[in-house]
Structure formats: C-alpha cells, structure tokens
C-alpha cells in the first residue's frame, strides 16, 4: 500500500501546479513564484559575473601595466642587473626591470596634457609589464637610447591630437638657469609608438628609454630602482618588503597594494554586498512559493481529507507539497541559471550597444572604459544551490500543515 502511494505524490503534487477552474489565481501565484526566482538567480549570477570581471581587470590590465612591486634606491644606482639578479634568487619573484620615473606635461600644438613617464629598458620590460601586448602601433624596441623616442598611452594621444611620428615636448617641473632668467626644462621627443589597454591609465603613461630619462634626471646611466613582478600578485607585499630589509640602507620598497589596494579591496567589498543585497531578491521568491503553498494547501483541504480516509499517510501528504514546491524551485532556478549565463556572456556587448544606439559613455568614471564580464561556474553552483535550498526549506511549513489536517474536520462543510 506504501509504495503505491509514493508515486502518487508525485502525480498529484505535479497535478496541482496547472490551473482548473476556480484556482486560477493561486496557479498564477505559483507562475509568478517562479518568474521571481528565475529573475533573482539570473540578476544575482550576472552581477557576480560583471564583479569578477572588474576583479580580473584590475589583475590583468591595471596590475599589469602598474608595477606589482618595486625595490627603490634612497640614491641612484648602477650596475641594475645585480640588483634584478638579487630579487629574481627570492622564491615568488618571477621577473624584475629597471625604471625611472619622471612627471610632467606633454605639449604638443599648443594642447598640454600631465603625464607619469616611465624610463624603461624595452627587453627587460617585457618581461615584467604588458604594454608590448597592446601595442596599436610601433614596437618597444623602437625607444632606443639616445634618439628620443617616446610611446604613449592611446587616450594621452587622442588629447594631445597626435600619433606615430609626430613631435611632442616634455616639459619637466624642475627649472633650469639661463640667461633669459628661470625656465623650465624641456626635452623634444618623436612619438614611436601608442598602447591601448582599455583603461583609465591610457590617458596619463608614457613610456621612454631609460637612458634617456637618465639623461633628462641627469643621472646619467644610473636607475633609481627595480620593477618586480611576482608569481602570486598577493605576495607581493610580503615579498618587496623582505628583499628592501635585506638592505635597509640602500633600498625601500613599495607595492600594488599602496597604489591599487583600496580599489581592489572595494572590489572585493562590492561583490560581497551586490551578492548580500541581491540575495534578498531569491529570498523573496523563496516566500512567494510559501505563501502559494499555504494557499493551495487551505484550497485543497477536501482533497486531502479525502486521500487520508482513503489511507494516505501524512507522509504521503507532506510528499505532495514538497513536490509542488521543489518543481517550483527547479523550474525557477533553471531558468533563472539559463538566462544568467546568457546575460553574463553578452553583458559587455549589450552595454556597447546602449552606448552607440543612445550616443553615451556608461563607463568612463571607472577605471576601465567598457563593461568586464568573467563567468565563473562555482558562482553559478553557489547561487544554484543556495536557490534550491530556500525553495526546498519553503515547503516544510505548508506541507506539515497539510499533513495535519484532519479529515472529518475539513468535510464538515462540504
């Protein structure tokens, strides 16, 4: 007699979610139950998706282009490879380059834009940086020593109207004597090159030899430090600190962390927030299938006085609405899981298309101009899970309410 009823559970559990007659509004209930729970998986699996984007771009292209870590010289040095040398023998240290920094403005026809100028030597940046990846036009290897040659961020380009071979002027902040009076120093350079990354760093990096930024520091062939890059980008902190005790003298370090750590750690906070608030929304959905329970259940209280006098147990009874409401919460979820794969992976190419049909720039505020969208499956599992798990913990309420319903008391009146 038990096992014939187990299918039954199913069978009717299944039968109540379509509408006859006079239920028309509670299958409508349930409808929506699913429609809301669909929405709440789909919204809360793109925005996770659109957060790891963010994350992965601030790694790959920020982070790639910013130094992960630096060892810095309290004087100008030479002889850099012995340096390089000394960091790559620490373990998580994978490569290592020499820079110097300068910052000014950029001048070219009569246009003026500030700019932070890298003095780099071309092979050994390679190694430590991404900028010959997004090269539009010209090659690292074009700066040469001595011909002052200088590549630009694309946005740095565009504000200044220029491109390959064009002429521009640096104009340092230090100023020189001469006997027209003070004036500051300024060097001529010849564009080579143009990098595009896609954020907001094109428009305030350049990059010129390292010889020739020497010269302009009048340092001559000294660097003022190391560039590091490490194999677990979270170790740097560590790592850069460890390498600048070892020497405490001569050299200080610094790190990704003190330049980009509170935008990643913002990030990190508003993923964990989007995912917090947005969780509500599943929530809801999780009561809606309760209150379409509890609606069904008072509907359908002569239909299982019925089942108990023909011997259902209340395990049976229990059986049918946790079968409603488990159907509700896979259908939902499903769906839901469905469509928010499909908006994670053309997010980025849905907001362009806003952007050209209406004519506006969504995101140049952040600190990469387009809409980033990474899918990451043990998100999709979580959310998943988590949805199934409220919709199944929805139905205990009104499945142990119809499984204590009383037979002879709910026909009194039919």
Known sequence: ?????????????????????????????????????????????????????????????????????????????????????????????????????LQG???????????????????????????????????????????????????????????????????LPEASLSPAGVIPRFKRFTVVGVFKVGADIDGMIAYVNIHDAGRLLRIGDKVQGVRLKFHDLFAAPEISARLAARHPDLLYATNWTLTHGNLFSAIQMEKAMMALLLGFIVVVSAFNILSSLVMVVTDKKADIAILRTMGASSEVIRRIFIVQGALIGIVGTTLGVGLGVLLSLTIGDIASGIEVLFNVRLFDAYFVNYLPSQLEWSDVLKVSISALVLSLGATRYPARRAASVQPAEALRYE
């Open 105 to 171: 403005m950029i001048a070219a026809s009569g246009l003026v834009s500030g700019a932070l100028v890298t003095g780099i030597e071309p092979e050994a940046e390679k190694k430590v940086s991404i900028v010959h990846r997004h090269l539009v036009t010209g090659r690292l290897e074009d700066l040469r020593a001595g011909e002052f040659g200088i590549i630009l961020g694309a946005g740095l380009a565009g504000n200044l109207g220029v491109g390959q071979g064009d002429k521009v002027t640096l104009v």
């Open 1 to 101: 007699m038990r096992r014939m009823f187990k299918p039954v559970s199913l069978f009717i559990g299944l039968r109540y979610i379509r509408a006859k007659r006079r239920n028309h509004f509670i299958s409508f209930i349930s409808l929506t139950s699913i429609i809301g729970l669909m929405l709440g998986v789909a919204v809360l699996i793109t925005v996770l998706s659109v957060m790891n984007g963010f994350d992965r771009e601030l790694k790959n292209r920020i982070l790639g282009m910013v130094p992960q870590g630096t060892l810095n010289a309290y004087e100008p040095f030479r002889n850099w490879e012995r340096v390089a040398e000394f960091a790559r023998r620490e373990p998580g240290v994978e490569a290592a380059a020499p820079y110097n920094h």
